[in-house]
């Protein structure tokens, strides 16, 4: 009976063994937990006292940091291989590098040792290098083109565009028109027909060269052998030359000096225009005004370089001219030479003042005007492209209008 009892209460008992291992569970899934919910307890006591969202920002910043700072070391680790030498030598060392566009070939093998040089990039790119002209170049004038533009374009001086044209310009920068063909010359110098009647040397010296320059000028395609005596060149008479470096004499276009109130018949080539002789009248005060109302340019400068003795100055249809000094009226009327209506007044005193392209006329021959008072009105008569003034200052020579005049 007693080992009924004993094994009925043995097997109700609790199992010392199987309560260890319970006992073992709990204990090792308790710790996390414990770990856990204090971890919690501390971060809700922060964010209680106003510390978690400071924290939070503090904690972002650090990171942000420390990346930026792992970045930075590895770019430099990076270059520090890159710019290596030994790393240069193991990626030549790996063979030549193909390309779909270029083949490289590389050096031949070499036991001598590597010497570092400057490191040269390829160029995409070839700067050819510009070539001179061996030849004449036909240009088709534009709209707004000038003598001194074309020049600047083809690098050449102005006085060449007019040298190798002159059966087109007649020398005079006012006759560029849009649509003229023209020769560019690949040089400085003049474009010139050879007529003969002279030796050649002499001919060439006209224009301060010699005659070797002129036939040797590969421009020319001159058969050196087949002409002989250079300075009694066999070269056939109306063949055109090219004069490198050549110069000459602008042929005159312009108004003649000296035409005073004595002797204004000097003027009677001009054209119609032209007066009889007067005795008396005003004399000018030696200083002058501007002829215009406005006191600018529109078109060309003074200009030795072009054959343009005047300045242009600008004016609109219609507007006044005015005498720059008093004087007497000894030319008023259409000029022949481009100026198309003219007036030209003596100042008695050394000077002449000249005003062109008139479209209207209100003083004559012989007439005495002031200083300032109207004589005509702006137009665009004779060789014009549009509304101006040509204004001319002559005092046995013709002077740049500008070292007379006041400032603008």
């Known amino acids: 009976m007693m080992t009924d009892m004993q094994k009925d209460f043995n097997e109700d008992a609790p199992n010392p063994v199987e309560g260890r291992e319970k006992k073992g569970q709990d204990s090792s899934t308790d710790s996390p ?15 209680d006292i106003g510390l978690g969202e400071p924290l939070l920002r503090i904690g972002t910043n650090l990171f942000s940091i420390i990346a930026i700072g792992i970045v930075i070391v590895l770019v430099q680790v990076f270059f520090r291989q890159l710019n290596s030498p030994l790393a240069e030598n193991s990626a030549q060392a790996s063979g030549p590098a193909v390309s779909a566009s ?20 390829a160029q995409i790119h070839t700067n050819i290098p510009s070539r001179p002209r061996n030849e004449i170049t036909k240009y088709i004038v534009q709209d707004g083109d000038t003598v001194f533009g074309i020049a600047e374009k083809y690098g050449l001086e102005p006085q060449t565009i007019l040298w190798g044209n002159y059966e087109i310009l007649l020398d005079d920068p006012h006759s560029l028109r849009p ?10 110098g003049v474009y010139w027909q050879w007529l003969g009647g002279l030796s050649f040397g002499s001919w060439a010296k006209f224009y301060g060269v010699t005659a070797a320059d002129i036939i040797e000028y590969p421009a020319n395609n001159i058969d050196a052998k087949s002409i002989g005596d250079y300075e ?6 109306e063949t055109w030359l090219i004069i490198p470096n050549g110069k000459r ?7 003649p000096l000296g035409v005073t109130r004595e002797n204004p018949a000097s003027a009677r080539v001009l ?9 008396g009248g005003a004399v000018g005060y030696g200083y002058y005004v501007y002829p215009t109302n406005k006191h600018y340019l529109s078109g060309f400068d003074y200009s030795t370089k072009t054959n343009h003795l005047g300045i242009d100055l600008a004016g609109n249809e219609g507007e006044g001219v005015y005498a720059a000094d008093a004087g007497v009226v000894v030319y008023s009327g259409w000029n022949d030479y481009g100026y198309g209506n003219m007036v030209m007044i003596d100042h008695g005193n050394g000077f002449q003042s000249l005003y062109a392209h008139l479209s209207a006329f209100n ?20 060789r014009s492209s549009g509304p101006h003034l040509h204004f001319e200052l002559m005092a046995g020579m013709k ?10």
């Open 232 to 237: 009694n060149a066999n070269i056939p008479v």
């Open 271 to 279: 054209g119609a225009g032209a007066c009889d002789p007067v005795s």
């Open 399 to 408: 002077v740049n209008p500008w070292d007379y005049l006041p400032p603008p």
């Open 33 to 47: 937990l414990k770990q856990r919910s204090f971890l919690s307890r501390w971060m809700n006591s922060l964010v």
């Open 179 to 188: 649509g003229q063909e023209l020769n560019i010359l690949p040089v400085n």
């Open 102 to 121: 270029t083949a490289i070939v590389s050096a031949p093998a070499s036991d001598s040792p590597i010497i570092e040089g400057i490191a040269r990039s």
């Open 249 to 255: 004499e602008f042929v005159s276009w312009s108004a």
């Open 363 to 382: 003083v004559g021959c012989g007439q005495s005007v002031g200083q300032g008072e109207v004589i005509g009105a702006v137009g665009s008569t004779g």
